[in-house]
């Protein structure tokens, strides 16, 4: 079992920035690819960013290239993820997850999920 926490959602103004974090207490940190999702009310869980384990490989959403940055700190045990030019749209519970071996965009291939930091984006 991989415990997940998430922390730096707020409430910001459209243009302005956020970081998310995600930390786990595992010392295996290193062996997940993870990831970070949303959810905006009445809508599914969508993909947002994923990175390899050793953070090598990153792939994003269309919606957020350019703008939305995943980074991780294996040393520690912390995962990232810097948020530029906010939109409304934007708006959404943010979740970190993970998985091993790789990174995957489907949120039905991850198996450990932290519980969510909100993030309200107003125009």
């Known amino acids: 079992q991989v415990q997940l926490g998430e922390s730096g959602g707020g409430l910001v103004q459209a243009g302005d920035s956020l970081r998310l974090s995600c930390t786990a207490p595992?010392?295996?940190?290193?062996?997940?690819?993870m990831g970070w999702f949303r959810q905006a009310p009445g809508k599914e869980r969508e993909f947002v960013a994923a990175i390899s384990r050793v953070g090598r490989t990153t792939t994003y959403a269309d919606s957020v290239k350019g703008r939305f940055t995943i980074s991780r700190d294996n040393n520690n045990n912390a995962l990232y993820l810097q948020m530029i030019s906010l939109k409304p749209e934007d708006t959404g519970v943010y979740y970190c997850?993970?998985?091993?071996?790789?990174?995957?965009?489907?949120?039905?291939?991850?198996?450990?999920w932290g519980q969510g930091t909100q993030v309200t984006v107003s125009s």
């Open positions: 997850a993970a998985r091993a071996p790789t990174v995957s965009s489907r949120p039905s291939e991850y198996p450990y």
């Open positions: 595992e010392r295996a940190f290193s062996s997940y690819a």
